[in-house]
């Protein structure tokens, strides 16, 4: 297990009574990507220590014009990563975790139980295995090719003479291309695949740049993003003194889902829980490590409960008895109403793919227009797919003649993609799922029964 997301799930589990153990290749190390968020979200999480360097104000630039230009009314912060670590490890310390270094070679089900071969020789054995590493996917298996997008991007934190940016707004998403123009190579790279600048000012003289393919299949190359962040910054009259940290980031997008269920579990990730359309991960797997957590927790206490209930010993798990644990976690981890999110996500991820840069800004000038509870909720990934319906038919309405005929025409292979992911949530997707007819069976059924008792009933009549 690695990254945040092990931690996150690791200290609620313990807290549950429940052996664990983490597996670490270096668990006190640096975390190295930067993280931002939007600092209402890490508040509801109760991680706001873990924020510095907020702003109040987002900016976006959809193009040279000033018309352009949109400010949105939200504060957005930079996580500490250092301090968000340090948290999550306390209350894994706090709660008796036991933390192991080592490297994980592989693992193998039998008889109820995991067994964790560590490269090292060593074995350890549980009755359930998190697989926490990430895009690595070390362990979770695949049933299908994981073909996904990828979003990559280059940045820096930077001290220099000075900077344009204001200190109380954080720059979201820049599409604009003026740095290109004496580069009629670069201008048409750009043109054909688009990258956008993102910047968090910390002061007048220290500011973190990067220099962002929102998603690419395949990637836009590291270097290729390194040019144009530095033409941009030389276009921008910035002159770098120092360069505190340098930052290479490839997140896959989209894709199949692992195999679910199987007998490893996933978060973060290995579980898919990016979101297709704008490579957010945080955010989304710090608010479904508790969910996947206490699913964990239930299905651990099964066993004793059982034993408690009959009054016997507890006993081993049997193998089914293993796997219908595993399923009931993974349900948890992605349930019907999840996967339907997703399916829609990963649609507008294979819409992106085609877009060039003169569309992709007619796409976000348009979502950037649309209500707060829209173009936030699809960011943050909290809108039902019956919302999203919603916002797809708003995104329509608020685009050009232009855009809404690019969206048209090329978004029509993600929508069938998406009805194929679809179809399987509405003819049962995990065993024993109800059909939607047999829900809507079952539903007037009990809506008939229900009126049945409320009829009044007829007097006696006299003998």
């Known amino acids: 297990m690695s990254r945040q997301s092990d931690k996150a799930v690791t200290e609620r589990v313990y807290t549950g009574c429940t052996s664990v153990c ?4 270096e668990t006190y190390t640096a975390t190295i990507p930067n993280y931002g968020c939007r600092v209402e979200t890490q508040q509801t999480k109760g991680l706001e ?8 104000n987002e900016k976006n630039f959809c193009g040279e014009k000033k018309s ?24 894994c310390a706090s709660n008796g975790v036991t933390f192991l270094t080592s490297k994980v070679d592989g693992v193998s089900h039998g008889g109820g139980c995991s067994t964790v071969s560590l490269t090292d020789g060593r074995t350890i054995q549980g009755t359930m295995v998190l697989d926490a590493t990430g895009h690595a996917r070390k362990l979770v298996n695949f049933d299908q090719k994981f073909d996904p997008g990828y979003q990559g991007a280059y940045g820096i934190t930077a001290k220099d003479e000075s900077h344009p940016f204001e200190l109380d707004t954080m720059l979201f998403m820049d599409w604009r291309d003026e740095h290109t123009q004496s580069d009629p190579a670069m201008r048409a790279s750009n043109e054909a695949l688009p990258t956008f600048l993102y910047v968090m000012p910390f002061t007048k003289n220290k500011v973190f740049l990067e220099e962002t393919s929102l998603v690419a299949r395949p990637a836009v190359g590291f270097e290729e993003l390194k040019q144009r962040l530095e033409a941009r910054m030389k276009w921008l009259g910035i002159k770098v003194k120092k360069v505190e940290d340098e930052e ?6 989209g894709g199949v889902l692992p195999q679910h269920p199987q007998r490893v579990l996933g978060i973060g990730g290995t579980a898919g829980m990016v979101h297709p359309s704008t490579g957010f991960m945080m955010t989304r797997m710090l608010g479904s490590a508790p969910v996947v957590a206490d699913a964990i927790i239930d299905q651990l206490a099964k066993p004793t409960d059982k034993a408690t209930d009959s009054g016997t010993s507890q006993q081993p798990l049997t193998e089914q008895e293993a796997e219908e644990m595993a399923a009931a976690v993974w349900r948890a981890t992605w349930p019907v109403e999840r996967i339907r999110q997703r399916a829609f996500f990963c649609f507008g991820m294979e819409m992106l793919l085609t877009l060039n840069l003169g ?13 707060d509870f829209h173009w936030q909720g699809f960011l943050s990934a909290r809108l039902s797919f019956t919302q999203l319906i919603g916002f797809g038919l708003s995104l329509f309405t608020s685009a050009t003649s232009d855009t809404r005929l690019n969206l048209l025409r090329l978004g029509i292979p993600g929508l069938i993609q998406m009805l194929l992911v679809l179809f399987p949530t509405v003819t049962g997707y995990y065993k024993g799922d109800l059909t939607v007819r047999d829900k809507k069976f079952a539903h007037d059924a009990a809506a008939a029964a229900a009126s049945k008792l409320k009829q009044p009933q007829s007097p006696a009549q006299p003998s």
Do not use: H, N, T, W
Request: net charge positive; with cysteine.
């Open 359 to 371: 569309q992709m800004r007619e796409f976000f000038a348009a979502f950037f227009s649309l209500s």
């Open 22 to 25: 983490g597996m670490y290749i």
């Open 68 to 91: 352009r230009e949109k400010i949105l009314k939200r504060a957005y912060g930079r996580m500490d990563r250092p301090m968000l670590k340090k948290l999550l490890l306390q209350k």
């Open 248 to 253: 290479y980031c490839l997140i896959p997008m």
């Open 49 to 56: 220590e873990g924020l510095v360097e907020g702003s109040p």
